[in-house]
Structures are given as structure tokens and as C-alpha cells.
């Protein structure tokens, strides 16, 4: 883990609109992780995540439409999601303080980088290729 960093405002949303967040929290790790849970979730090669400590959200709109599913057989791994949209959402573990907040659920760029993907060795084959060419759009 790095150094805890200062107190800082996270604003973001669900897909549809509907759920809306704010966090107040100290950003203490960003890191693509590729392990299988994450993938699953994200529906990616990775999932982008913020952790936070000592965290409070405050959920502005859609509150009531805040899904859980706990994974059996995982002592801290959740998924919490927009009920009618299926994004993902931050994570507030309570016996911890701690929140996982999902990146791309921002609805501004985060003062904090990606520090390092971590269960590398999990990753798909295909995932996170540098050797693909880019696009501004879908291509031609």
C-alpha cells in the first residue's frame, strides 16, 4: 500500500443516472486487478478500483435502488450495483471503513493514477495488450 493521501471528494453515478454518490475519503491505493472475481465483475480483463479509507458516502439520489450480491465462499467481496442499469457501484465494507470505489463509476477524472495491476498472474491472454492499435472511435 502507499502512503495514505489527503481527503478528497469523489462524485459519480450509475449508468442510467439514477444512483448518484459522493464520497469523502482518503484515497490510499488505485490498481487494476485482474483477479478472476474482478474480470466476472467488471465484464473486463480488469477492474479499475480506488480504495479509500475511512470513508463516507452519501448516496444524493437512487439510494432504494441499490443492489447487493455477496459472494458466498469470499470473506470481503461484494457486488453492488444500480438495479435498473447493472453498473457497478463503491463498496462500503463498515467493519473496516474502507470502500472500494469502482473508477470508471466517476463522473470527473480522480487527482489519483493507477499505481499497479495486482493478481497479474490471473489475467486473461487476451487482456491488456499493448501491441493493439488505437482508435479515437470505432474504426473504419
Not at 473486463?44 to 443492489?67: C, M, V, Y
Not at 450480491?69 to 470481503?76: D, H, I, K, L, M
Not at 470502500?99 to 463509476?105: D, I, R
Request: charge should be neutral; proline fraction near 6%; hydrophobic fraction near 30%.
Amino acid at each position: 500500500m502507499t502512503e495514505k493521501k489527503s481527503i478528497q471528494v469523489f462524485l459519480g453515478s450509475c449508468l442510467c443516472g439514477k444512483v448518484k454518490y459522493k464520497i469523502t475519503g482518503s484515497a490510499f491505493a488505485f490498481y487494476h486487478c485482474h483477479c478472476m472475481r474482478c474480470r466476472k465483475l467488471s465484464g473486463t480483463g480488469h477492474a479499475s478500483n480506488i480504495r479509500l479509507d475511512s470513508a463516507n458516502i452519501e448516496w444524493l439520489s437512487g439510494a432504494q435502488l441499490i443492489k447487493t450480491y455477496n459472494v458466498p465462499e469470499a470473506e470481503r467481496f461484494r457486488n453492488d450495483f444500480c438495479g435498473d442499469c447493472g453498473s457497478p457501484l463503491p463498496r462500503l465494507f463498515i467493519e473496516t471503513g474502507l470502500v472500494v470505489l469502482p473508477a470508471g463509476t466517476l463522473d470527473h477524472e480522480p487527482a489519483c493514477s493507477p499505481e499497479s495491476r495486482i493478481f497479474y498472474a490471473s489475467r486473461s491472454d487476451w487482456s491488456c495488450s499493448d501491441e493493439l492499435p488505437v482508435h479515437d472511435e470505432y474504426p473504419k
